[in-house]
């Protein structure tokens, strides 16, 4: 997600909060982009998990397995 999105998310954000509020296509654009960071966020989230290893007392490594 670039920082021209984020500014705008931000912005409607701020505009939501004034007393004449977000239009119905604001409020559908700012959930529209919402959702597009979080499916960024969790993204980024899940490759850093990805790269974690454990060691245990021995010095040995294993990667970091996902719960089912």
Do not use: C, W
């Not at 705008?8 to 960071?37: C, H, M, V, W």
């Not at 979080?38 to 294993?62: C, P, T, W």
């Amino acid at each position: 997600m670039n920082q021209q999105k984020i500014d705008r998310i931000n912005f409607l954000a701020k505009k939501s909060k004034t007393p004449e509020g977000l239009t119905d296509a604001e409020r559908a654009e700012q959930q529209a982009l919402r959702q597009e960071y979080l499916a960024g966020f969790r993204r980024n989230l899940h490759a850093q998990l990805d790269n974690i290893y454990l060691v245990d007392e021995n010095g040995n490594k294993r990667k970091l397995e996902k719960k089912q």
